[in-house]
């Protein structure tokens, strides 16, 4: 990848790195600063690198399945289909960081709220038995 960046002439606009993972705030300084964020996973139950992008005001662009599918159904985020073609992606990505961010009409979801939700599941169950 920083091959194809330099052949591309892009290394004033492509960053390539990692945060450890103890550094919260080294993350939201990064997600903050990016104009896009890209999620192309195959699976994933509860996104929550797409909620805290989106919570930064981050566009983001993931693929339709799982997880993914529920938050661009809200119209949070764009999606692109699983087997996507990269010409596909690459288009929806220029379209995406062209595009204002999207500003999320409702609270976005979070673990206590997620919890919150399955224990009202459960006590439903409970009752009707």
Same mark, same amino acid.
């Given at each position: 990848?920083r091959q194809l960046v330099r ?31 890209v999620l192309l996973s195959e699976?994933?139950?509860? +996104?929550?690198? %797409?909620?805290? #992008?989106?919570?930064?005001?981050? @566009? ?6 799982? &997880? ?19 010409c596909a992606v690459a288009k ?7 595009? +204002?961010?999207? %500003?999320?009409? #409702?609270?976005?979801?979070?673990? @206590? ?6 224990? &009202? ?9």
């Amino acid at each position: 990848m920083r091959q194809l960046v330099r052949a591309l002439e892009l290394e004033e606009r492509v960053t390539i790195g990692g945060v450890p993972p103890h550094d919260r705030q080294g993350l939201a300084d990064v997600l903050g600063s990016a104009r896009l964020v890209v999620l192309l996973s195959e699976y994933e139950a509860h +996104p929550v690198a %797409v909620v805290e #992008a989106l919570a930064l005001g981050c @566009n983001v662009l993931v693929s339709d399945t799982s &997880g993914l599918r529920e938050i661009a159904n809200k119209g949070l985020c764009r999606s692109v289909p699983l087997n996507a073609s990269s010409c596909a992606v690459a288009k929806a990505m220029a379209s995406e960081l062209f595009s +204002p961010p999207k %500003v999320p009409a #409702a609270p976005l979801p979070d673990w @206590n709220n997620c919890a919150d939700q399955l224990l &009202g599941i459960y006590q439903r169950v409970l009752v009707d038995r």
